[in-house]
Nanobody, 123 residues
Framework: QLQLVESGGGLVQPGGSLRLSCAASGFTLDYSGIGWFRQAPGKEREGVSCISSSGGSTNYADSVKGRFTISRDNAKNTVYLQMNSLKPEDTAVYYC????????????????WGQGTQVTVSS
């Protein structure tokens, strides 16, 4: 079964950092764009960032530009989301999914969604 597994979430104080990981099970990520999305309670799932298969192209939501960095290590079959200067409004469940960054931040062409990892930013 093709599946992505997110990890690295947790509780952090405002201004803190977390690094999320998105690991693939059952397939290689080498040829896939990977998008990070998040969903806060009562809100729509929104695009956070996307990285192309080569890693040469990245996209960020305006709300996270300059604070979040997406990267990938194809040798480890893993994509990362480094989140710095976290704010309470970053609190959400974070998901990764496979899809073309040309379609990001829209979700309709993204699949193999993981189960998500909770990020809570609170003092």
């Amino acid at each position: 079964q093709l599946q992505l597994v997110e990890s690295g979430g947790g509780l952090v104080q405002p201004g803190g950092s977390l690094r999320l990981s998105c690991a693939a099970s059952g397939f290689t990520l080498d040829y896939s764009g990977i998008g990070w999305f998040r969903q806060a309670p009562g809100k729509e799932r929104e695009g956070v960032s996307c990285i192309s298969s080569s890693g040469g192209s990245t996209n960020y939501a305006d709300s996270v530009k300059g604070r979040f960095t997406i990267s990938r290590d194809n040798a480890k079959n893993t994509v990362y989301l480094q989140m710095n200067s976290l704010k309470p409004e970053d609190t959400a469940v974070y998901y990764c999914a496979v899809g073309p960054c040309s379609d990001w931040p829209y979700r309709f062409n993204f699949g193999s969604w993981g189960q998500g990892t909770q990020v809570t930013v609170s003092s």
